[in-house]
C-alpha cells in the first residue's frame, strides 16, 4: 500500500526530524501541527478548501452564523421568485447607512462581517428566501480521532515543514528557521501553481 500521511505519521515525523523523542518535546508536537494548520489555511487558500453550503434566510433575520471552519467568503446569493440574485459584499457600516431601520423589510441586497463568526445582511429580508454561501474553510483539524484531512492527502510537505517551522522557537534553533521556511514556501509555490492551472483548464473547458 502507497504511503499516506496521517496524524500518528506526521507526529513521529516531527519528531524523527527534530531528533527529539522527550516528553515536554512530545507534548508540544500537537500543538505545532495545530500552528501549522492554522498558517497554511491563512496563506494558501486552493480549490480543495472551498465549501458551498445552502441555508435559508428568514423573514425579519439579518444575522445569520458562518458555517464552522469558515476562513473568507467568496460568494453569496439567493434564490427570488424569478431569478437566482447575488448578494454584494460590503462593509457593516455602509450596511448600517443604506438600510438604518432594520425592522423595515425588502429583499436582500447586501452582505457583511458582523463580526468573525456571523454575517449580517441589508434589507432585512421581507421573505425566506433560499441562500447558497461559497466560502474558504479551514479543514477539520488533525488529532488522534481525525487522523486525515486534505491537507494531508495533498499537501502533506508543506504540512510537515509547517508544522517544523512553527517547533524551531520551542526547540530553540534559529538557524533551521530560513531552511524550514524555504521548503515550505516551495511546497506552498507548488500546491499553488497546480492549483491556478486546474482552475484555467476548468475556464478552458467552461469556454468551449
Known amino acids: 500500500m502507497p504511503e499516506a500521511m496521517t496524524y500518528t505519521s506526521l507526529v513521529s515525523d516531527i519528531a524523527t526530524y527534530a531528533e527529539r523523542s522527550d516528553a515536554d518535546f512530545l507534548a508540544q508536537v500537537p500543538r505545532f501541527i495545530m500552528l501549522a494548520e492554522n498558517r497554511l489555511a491563512s496563506e494558501f487558500k486552493g480549490l480543495g478548501h472551498i465549501r458551498v453550503v445552502s441555508f435559508d434566510m428568514t423573514q425579519g433575520n439579518n444575522v445569520y452564523e458562518k458555517p464552522a471552519r469558515w476562513r473568507e467568503t467568496l ?18 457600516e455602509y450596511i448600517q447607512t ?33 441562500a447558497s454561501l461559497t466560502y474558504y474553510e479551514r479543514p477539520q483539524p488533525l488529532d488522534d480521532t481525525n487522523q486525515t484531512n486534505w491537507t494531508t492527502r495533498y499537501a502533506p510537505q508543506a504540512l510537515l515543514y509547517a508544522s517544523l517551522l512553527e517547533a524551531q522557537p520551542f526547540l530553540k534553533q534559529s538557524e533551521r528557521i530560513a531552511e524550514f ?22 475556464s478552458a473547458r467552461r469556454s468551449k
Not at 429583499?107 to 449580517?120: G, I, L
Open 98 to 130: 443604506y438600510w438604518p431601520d432594520p425592522s423595515l423589510e425588502d429583499t436582500p441586497e447586501y452582505y457583511a462581517d458582523y463580526d468573525y463568526d456571523h454575517f449580517f445582511i441589508g434589507p432585512t429580508p421581507d421573505a425566506t428566501y433560499p
Open 181 to 202: 521556511q524555504g521548503l515550505y514556501d516551495r511546497a506552498v509555490g507548488i500546491l499553488s501553481s497546480e492549483d491556478t492551472r486546474r482552475q484555467s483548464d476548468s
Open 75 to 92: 460568494s453569496m446569493s439567493i434564490t427570488t421568485t424569478s431569478r437566482k440574485k447575488a448578494i454584494k459584499n460590503r462593509s457593516f
